[in-house]
């Protein structure tokens, strides 16, 4: 009875409890995988979403401090502002892309700012549009990732810079002294209404595959008082 007793309590597990025993550690394996899956998801997430936004917020703080300067005309030898339509819908003032003036400095680089009556030294000339990333000069329809540039004109050229990659919308809204939104701006009557100055820049994180579909973009929007005007 004793020897017979011994092989009972020395039995090892059955088959059958092998196989639940895998199974409920196959079950909590895969739980565990899911949770780490998702939470590396949801960090890579808000690591990509925050580069967008501290991008757009450089952009702003730019565009913010040179918009507001717009007109800048203490000389009033001629006319400064905003630019009307050209031949180059990159470098007009509408709904998609934004060119000013502004009489800051002479140029001779003293590090001091003397206006001179003009607006053909170099920072004077400025613009905002859209873009291809691998080239500027094709348009992107809303909705598709580009780079926003921002553009400094010379005498007989101008230089593109980036400021901002995978940029999806870039609008512009205008409105006059009494917040009335002035449409297409055309004439240069129109553009010396201009005194508030709407932003909307959209931007999408990299790699959006790697995120859930809300959130891929975001948009900062902002408006801007011109000081000069």
Known sequence: MAIKKMKEQQAGFSLLEIMIALAVLGIVLAGVTKIFTTTGRYHTSQERMMEVMENIRAVKQLMTDEIRSAGCN???????????????????????????????????????????GDAEDPEENIGYFRGKTSDPTQ??????????????????????QPVADNVTDLQFRYYDKDSNEIINPTTTVNLDDIRTVEVTITGQVQNTTRVSTKNRTWTQQFRIRVRNR
Not at 80 to 101: K, L, M, V, Y
Not at 139 to 160: E, I
Request: hydrophobic share 20%.
């Open 74 to 116: 203490p000389k009033n030898k001629r006319r400064i502002g905003f630019e009307p339509d050209t031949s180059d819908d990159r470098f007009d003032t509408d709904a998609n892309s934004i060119h000013f003036t502004r009489d800051i400095d002479n140029g001779d680089n003293d590090a001091l700012y003397e206006p001179d």
């Open 139 to 160: 348009t992107v329809p809303p909705g598709t990732p580009g780079t926003l540039y921002r553009v400094s004109f010379g005498a007989s050229s101008y230089n593109s």
